[in-house]
Every structure is written in structure tokens, then in C-alpha cells.
């Protein structure tokens, strides 16, 4: 399979896996570090293992540096799902999408630095408008809203944007870490890393009420969730494996929002009537355009 395949597939799951996120997060009543620490546990290693050891290679080249690429990539991966779910309960999912691109530009700004693979100037222009358009889609709906309403928009921004942030860190490690094992083994050894350190940091909100409150429903999206976030993330890794430059799947991967707009606007109801908001998405669209040039 060759890799503009594989993350056309990561693209139309990764649709579905925000949908699936949204939906599920609004009906939620547990502690956000539940649902991604189950998705994970439930859902994305058994995706993991078995892609891992039986379809693709998985040699791995341990060193002291492996492991810190590790260790960074699962503590980022963990606070970008526990921030990333409190924060897609509070924005419509067109506007989260669209400042989440913010992941983009961190993805593209550390690959370009520190990794050294960098950018042709189409490439560096389309993560530009991408950033205007994210800022675009904070100031759209602030501009509608009472302004006792825009302290909880402007913290729903703000917990975008760091999970968007953890989310862009995460995605670079895991680039590095496949320059240490191949594709299969980051699917074992990376996402085991990642469901470990999510089961550690949802220790902190353990208790009866709590527990309580994850009733099986809450399972069985977490696990769906999980599950398509499984074959999302495979594809991607497969993707980036064979592209070898993570500045340009990252710049292509930002289709996904305005699919996830359009979808969110006919599948989920969310009608985006501010006329900034649509003008924020369709400037991500030409951000993608120029980017893929």
C-alpha cells in the first residue's frame, strides 16, 4: 500500500473518530481521563498489538534515547486526551477543529527545527493561513456572545490549544521514535507507552462516585472511540513511516476539517450560523490546498 492511501484512510477515520468523540463527551458524565484511558486500553491496543505483530515489521533499536522519546511522546499523548476531551465538550465541534489545527503548526514548527525536515514555501505559506484561519475561529463566536459567556469560550480556547499543543509534541516524538523501531513496534511498544501513562494519570480521579458514574455505556463508546482511533493512528503511522516527513502529512491531514465541519453541520446538528466561523473553515481549506502544492 503506498502511503497517500493510508492516510487517506487515517483521514476518514480520524472524521469518525471526532464525531464519535463529540457525541459521546456530551452525554458523558464520568472524569475526562476515563474515556481515554479506556478507548485506549479497550480500543486502541488490540488494534495496536494486532497490526503491530502480525501485518507490520516491528524490530526496535533500544537506547537511553528510545526511551525518552517514549517517555515524552506518552505523557504528552495522555494530557493531550484527558485536556482534549473536557475541551470538545464546551466548543461546537466546527470552531475546536479549526483552532486544533494549532497542532499543525507545532507538528510542522518542531519537525522543522529539531528533526530537520522542513517545509517548500507552498508548504510554509499553507501552515500560515492554517494559523490565521485557528485564530479566525477563536474570534468568531466571541464576537456573538454575551460577555458573560466568553470567560468559559475563552477557556474553552485555551484548553484547545493545549491539547492541540500536547498533541503536536506527542505526534513529533513519535516521528522520532520510528527512526529507533519500525512501524509495527510503535504500535506495540509507542501506543503501550501511551495507554500506560493514561491509566496513571486517570489513578488521580479514582474513587466510588466516580467509578460509579463510568456505567457500561460509558464503555462501550469509550471502546468505539478507541477502536477507530486505533485504525486512525496505524494508517498514520504507516503513512509517515513510508512519507518520511512528518511537515507534509501533518499539512495534508488538515482536510479533516472541513469534513469534520461539514459532517458536525449535517450528522450532529451543529449549525454554524456566524458567518467568521464558515470563513475560518473555508481558509483552512486553502491552507490545505496550498500546503499540498
Keep these: 500500500m503506498n502511503w497517500q492511501l493510508a ?36 480500543g486502541v491496543m488490540p488494534v495496536g498489538i494486532t497490526t503491530g505483530l502480525f501485518i507490520l515489521p516491528h524490530h526496535v533499536n533500544w537506547s537511553w534515547w528510545l526511551d525518552l522519546l517514549l517517555l515524552i511522546c506518552a505523557s504528552s499523548m495522555a494530557v493531550s486526551g484527558w485536556i482534549g476531551f473536557r475541551a470538545v465538550k464546551l466548543l461546537p465541534i466546527a470552531a475546536y477543529q479549526t483552532i486544533g489545527r494549532f497542532t499543525s503548526i507545532v507538528a510542522i514548527t518542531i519537525g522543522w527545527v529539531v528533526l530537520r ?17 485557528a485564530l479566525l475561529a477563536i474570534w468568531a463566536p466571541a464576537k456573538n ?8 469560550h475563552f477557556r474553552a480556547v485555551f484548553l484547545t490549544l493545549i491539547a492541540a499543543t ?82 507534509l ?4 491531514t488538515a482536510i479533516t476539517l472541513p469534513l469534520i465541519a461539514l459532517s458536525g453541520h449535517f450528522l450532529l446538528g451543529e449549525r454554524e450560523n456566524q458567518k467568521l466561523m464558515w470563513v475560518s473553515v473555508g481558509i483552512s481549506f486553502v491552507g490545505l490546498l496550498v500546503s499540498a502544492l
Excluded: C
Design 7 to 42: 492516510i487517506s484512510i487515517s483521514i476518514v477515520a480520524n472524521v469518525t473518530t471526532t464525531l464519535i468523540q463529540r457525541r459521546y463527551s456530551l452525554r458523558s458524565e464520568a472524569p475526562e481521563t476515563f474515556p481515554s484511558a479506556t478507548s485506549y486500553l479497550l
Design 145 to 152: 456572545i454575551a460577555a458573560t459567556e466568553r470567560t468559559v
Design 117 to 133: 525536515e522542513g517545509l517548500s514555501l507552498a508548504q510554509l505559506i499553507g501552515a500560515i493561513v492554517l494559523l490565521a484561519a
Design 166 to 247: 500536547t498533541l503536536g509534541i506527542g505526534l513529533t516524538a513519535e516521528k522520532g521514535i520510528l527512526g529507533h523501531m519500525q512501524p509495527g513496534a510503535v504500535l506495540i511498544f509507542g501506543w503501550g507507552s501511551q495507554t500506560i501513562a493514561m491509566l496513571l494519570l486517570a489513578l488521580k480521579d479514582v474513587n466510588r462516585e466516580n467509578i460509579r458514574k463510568f456505567r457500561p455505556y460509558e464503555i462501550k463508546w469509550s471502546t468505539l472511540m478507541g477502536f477507530v482511533n486505533g485504525i486512525t493512528g496505524a494508517f498514520y503511522v504507516y503513512s509517515l513511516s513510508k512519507s518520511n516527513n512528518i511537515s
Design 249 to 252: 502529512i501533518t499539512a495534508l
